[in-house]
């Protein structure tokens, strides 16, 4: 392993306070102080997707991060975007075409290549022609693409408008989908697994093996910083509509019906405990904190939400002085300590000396407490740095800096059976609190995030209605 002799700068997202699991915040909860139409726990982008539909209405977003977001992200270094979360869209269409409109957004299609895949000392472009003359796996997966493409109906996102059929997909692993092909092509195809949808081909249904395959197989669409500016853009169209829209850096424990019909919502900021009242809440967080916040759930759904499996994640990236690496947007490499890694300047038009290299690397949800470990940390982004080297020679030469991001809980495990055993329960509505969070779909997509949050804040909508002719 090479020893790393540039600064390492680690951060990441904030812990829940205890007494969010314990249910005991150690006081009595606070009264209401203010009211609202519809009071959104979390800022990511289901979060904002619903708030955004909402923005002429009397809502609140409260995030427990002094920004908005969620996993949408980005920084800058010597006028290079990079992400430290989402990297790219899937081909934007129908309803999710229409929403990027609506919000003004201009994707940009990532130029080719696209997607490559290094292994055994061999780069191979799987987007258009080889990089390499032993071109084994690009062939097969040319076949794998004409294959998939061909199967009526298709497992689609949302799964909400699939055909009932195609849910038999969900009945069994990708892996079992993916016999008739060569061993290369699954293990190139369980790294993309493993960095998307959360854990092995052998974890995951074919049915969102298949269908992220499907949307990245002819273009991928991106932004400067990945998916982050989704997210400025939306925060900033709901804070046009209205002042006081959000705040941050408060924690909320607890979310409960109350006797009136309302909804208390109770959070802390500053070490103050302040509850606000609410005709809906939209909880737009991970189920597995979810169960513990809203109170009087039944033991069927907490049971449901507390079976989904999150796999944690670091975001590496490193600052090089000089770019030693731009043969693909996203390179996929084999029998390393990461899955891929992202060229960040790769939509941008200028030429720059420089790059950022976004390095993304699951990490086995059982060794989630190491991410505390900033010994460990700093022994992973060394093993990376070292892994790096043999498909980029010389990295560790031209290094400046190395800022490493720490995701508990980013993404969903999409596993077998979960869309029929799991998914039915856990995005039931309890009252007149809803759900809304990239799980609902049981994957960890941008698309995901979104449709929660619009098909949520169209229930909410209805809910503030009839309260409103109650009263």
């Known amino acids: 392993m090479l020893k ?81 979360g989402g990297a790219y869209f899937a081909e934007p269409e129908g309803e999710f075409e229409m929403f990027y409109n609506d ?27 080889f990089l390499d003359k032993n071109g084994k796996v690009a062939v097969e997966f040319e076949k794998f693409k004409r294959d998939i493409k061909a199967l009526f109906p298709p497992p689609k996102l949302p799964v909400e408008k699939a055909d009932p059929q195609s849910l038999k997909y969900d009945r069994f692993s990708f892996r079992e989908y993916l016999k008739p092909y060569s061993r290369e092509l699954v293990s190139l195809l369980d790294l993309y697994c493993r960095s998307t949808l959360g854990g092995s081909v052998s974890q995951i249904s074919a049915y969102w093996g298949i269908n992220f395959c499907l949307g990245e197989i002819e273009s991928v669409y991106s932004l400067p910083g990945g998916t982050a500016l989704l997210a400025e853009i939306l925060e900033g169209s709901i804070n046009k509509a209205g002042n006081g829209r959000f705040i941050t850096e408060a924690a ?22 302040e509850t606000v009242s609410s005709d809906c809440a939209i909880v737009a967080i991970p189920k597995c904190f979810a169960r513990y916040i809203v109170k009087g759930l039944s033991e069927r759904q907490k049971t449901a939400m507390g079976s989904i499996v999150y796999e944690p994640y670091l975001v590496v990236n490193l600052f090089l002085r000089k770019a030693l690496y731009r043969v693909s947007y996203d390179t996929w490499v084999s029998g390393v300590n990461f899955t891929d890694f992202i060229v960040s300047e790769w939509l941008d038009s200028r030429a720059h000396p420089n790059s950022v290299i976004t390095v993304y690397s699951p990490v086995e949800p059982y060794n989630r407490k190491l991410l505390s470990s900033k010994t460990w940390i700093n022994y992973k982004v060394g093993k990376i740095v070292s892994d790096l080297e043999s498909v980029i020679s010389g990295i560790s030469q031209v290094v400046d800096e190395i800022r490493v991001f720490r995701w508990n809980y980013p993404l969903v495990l999409s596993g077998v059976g979960a869309l029929t055993n799991i998914r039915p329960y856990i995005i039931e509505p309890f009252e007149n ?20 949050g619009k098909k949520s804040a169209s229930l909410a909508k209805d809910i503030a209605c009839k309260s409103k002719r109650k009263s």
């Open 4 to 84: 790393i002799d540039c600064p390492v700068v680690i951060s990441g997202e904030k812990s829940l306070p205890n007494s969010v699991f314990s249910g005991d915040c150690g006081v009595s909860i606070p009264k209401p102080s203010r009211d609202y139409e519809v009071v959104i726990v979390g800022g990511g982008i289901s979060g904002l997707s619903a708030a955004y539909e909402l923005r002429d209405m009397n809502i609140l977003v409260i995030e427990k991060e002094k920004r908005v977001g969620g996993h949408a992200r980005r920084e800058s270094w010597k006028g290079i975007w990079y992400s430290e």
């Open 103 to 129: 919000l003004g957004l201009q994707l940009k299609k990532v130029k080719k290549p696209v997607k490559s895949f290094f292994s055994e000392g061999s780069l191979f472009d799987l987007s258009s022609g």
């Open 252 to 273: 909320v424990i607890s979310v409960r019906p109350a006797e009136s019909g309302k909804v208390w919502i109770t959070y802390i900021k500053d070490g103050n405990l």
């Open 433 to 452: 609190i809803l759900f809304a969070h990239s799980d609902g779909q049981m994957a960890s997509a941008v698309e995901s995030a979104i449709w929660e």
